[in-house]
């Protein structure tokens, strides 16, 4: 998902210098789960531009903000970025995309020893590029501003923290040093010494996530996308923090950190895509809500009066950000009024 100029925490790494194994490995033995897992989101977080198929759909982009005029054009398995207020003109090569499009895809470039991300993303509402989110609000001084924002050590190890897999935090300066996009040993740690356990015959066990208590998962989960600590301190306390699911999740009314009903994965299978059928989310409800033949599993978790079907319909809705071109699923649970301000 785009990251709208706003640092990501950097998510779990191995620590420098500790090799990984591959999600090839994995696959041996997790073949349903990795041939899944490597087409969502998550597994396509980062694409190289060879690989990219929104540039290779789209081999010609153009934006125009002011005096600048923005062009992506696809050169062999090239896709070169270039801008220019009329009178000069950067032209560099995309290293990288982030994002599926679905939220925007935004592109990394490096030009005269730093790395940027680009001021315009691809959206796949428009089916084309339009600004990025974190740039709408920013007024460029010169045309490296205009190209992108600079990013420094940490921001770009945070950004490629969350977007890929390494063993090192200097992965994203060393293509062969990096897996795109989050794959297996990104969550559970290296894989080696649990496949050469199973060689020896003496195995090693992984790091589990069934293991972990619904506010250590929601924490786990947050170290991309945010966790309640991080936007209660810092922010932003407006409707753009509607995508940061674990934070809106905690502040339900619902919300119980020892109760695995509620956890991060009990709606969520991190190996598949995102379910998007609102109808497949009733019995997750109704393993607490009262239903017409049943009572509540939990004191207060009455039954609906309004509808016995598609709750979250309702109850989570889905808000689109200014200029996101994209709808986010409020996971805020709550019984919404029509015209009430948005909830923090």
Known sequence: MLCLN??????????????????????????????????????RAMERVADCDILQKHPSLSFRQGVYAYRIERKNERSLYTV??????????????????????TYIFESRGKMYESR??????????????????????NLEEAAGRVMDRHSAGDCFGCHTTSSNLDGFRK????????????????ALAHVEGFRSGKPVLMKSLSGLSTEDLSDFCGQCHRTWAQIAAGGP?????????????????????????IACT???????DVVTADASYDR?????????????????????????????????????????????????????KAGAAYPD
Not at 19 to 34: F, I, Q, T, V
């Open 175 to 190: 293509p062969e040093e990096l897996t795109a996009g989050v794959a297996c040993e990104r969550c559970h740690g290296s």
């Open 237 to 261: 306390h407006d409707i753009n923090n509607v995508r940061f699911q674990p934070y809106r999740l905690a502040n339900s009314k619902c919300y119980d950190p020892s109760d695995k009903r």
């Open 120 to 141: 315009v993303s691809f959206y796949e509402a428009v089916n084309g590029l339009d600004l990025t989110m974190g740039a709408r609000n920013l007024k460029p001084e």
């Open 84 to 105: 220019t207020d009329g009178k000069d003109t950067i032209t560099v090569p995309i290293e990288y995309a982030f994002g599926l499009g679905k939220a925007g895809q």
């Open 284 to 336: 997750k409800c109704l393993a607490c809500h009262a239903s017409g033949t049943q009572p509540a599993a939990k004191p207060l978790a009455r039954n609906c009066p309004v509808a016995t079907q598609d709750c979250v319909s309702c109850h989570m809705p889905k808000l689109e950000l200014p200029g996101a071109h994209y709808k986010f699923t409020d996971h805020r649970i709550r019984i919404v």
């Open 6 to 43: 706003l640092a990501c925490s950097l998510a779990w790494t191995a620590p420098a210098g500790q090799a990984l194994a591959g999600s090839n490995a994995c696959a041996a033995c997790h073949k349903r789960e990795y041939l899944s897992q490597i087409k969502t989101p998550m597994g």
């Open 266 to 272: 009990a709606c969520h299978n991190v190996h598949e």
